[in-house]
């Protein structure tokens, strides 16, 4: 990727080295003792600090002004620049006002609002506070583990989750939470509909980034097509099961999630993007 003409995104919160944090302090349990012999239960006392905690904004170290650059961090924040410019313009067009989402960097696992994010679960959205959450160690599992490696492979991952947050924006995650929570039978099969549209969101993201940001490089494309299909639920099944079960996806094949970041990439269009509506993904 040629991100060089690409400002970066102010939305960046650091918390490598942080730790997980959300620890109970004595306060706490010195008030949930006294509440005990007052009757109430002191379970009450700790779920609500807990949940405090949670909620409670991380505060980022100062930075250091003599600290070397950092790269990766510049890269994200550049990505996360480039889909903040994108989908203003998308959703400007269609008369409404984008609202920025924040991408949180973390070490092995931090605290957000969907509760404790851990980097063995990989890159990950958050639609309670609305930011997008990664462990840079996953771009070298992309590149060691699953055999994709690129600029282009960790940018579609970035965009990715960035589709999840136009799809809380747009109403389309409420709708597979909604099936979610009434135990619908079909709603393995919504999760998998909504992840191949994050994926075409993806792909709309890479049109604009191409088209009018002249950011692509040759075989930037085929990068994102091997992260897709390298992360595809059968590829992945097979590698850890040794098997393939299509009643247990909730991402999506290789096959339909190449597919889909292609439509978004050709089109350029999020209304291209309807998996929900689609006879076949």
Known sequence: MKLDNQD????????????VGGSIGVGTIVIAVIAYF???DPSVVLDASQQMQQSAPRQQAPADPNAPPDPAKIFVAKVLGSTEEAWGQIFQKSGSA????????FSGGTQTACGTGQAASGPFYCPADEKLYI??????QLRDR???????AQAYVIAHEVGHHVQKLTGAAAKVNEARSRG???????SVRLELQADCFAGVWGYYAREFKGQLEAGDIEEAMAAATAIGDDRLQEQSKGRVVPDSFTHGSSAQRVRWFKRGMESGN???????????L
Not at 270 to 280: E, G, K, L, V
């Open 98 to 105: 984008y609202r920025k989402p924040t991408l949180v960097l």
């Open 135 to 140: 462990d840079l160690s996953f771009f070298q």
């Open 184 to 190: 619908s039978r079909d709603a393995n099969q919504m």
């Open 8 to 19: 970066a995104s102010s939305n960046v919160e650091d918390r490598r080295g942080m730790g």
């Open 146 to 152: 699953f055999k994709a490696p690129g600029d282009f």
């Open 270 to 280: 999020p209304n291209s993007c309807d998996t929900f509506s689609a006879a076949q």
């Open 38 to 40: 007052l009757g109430i």
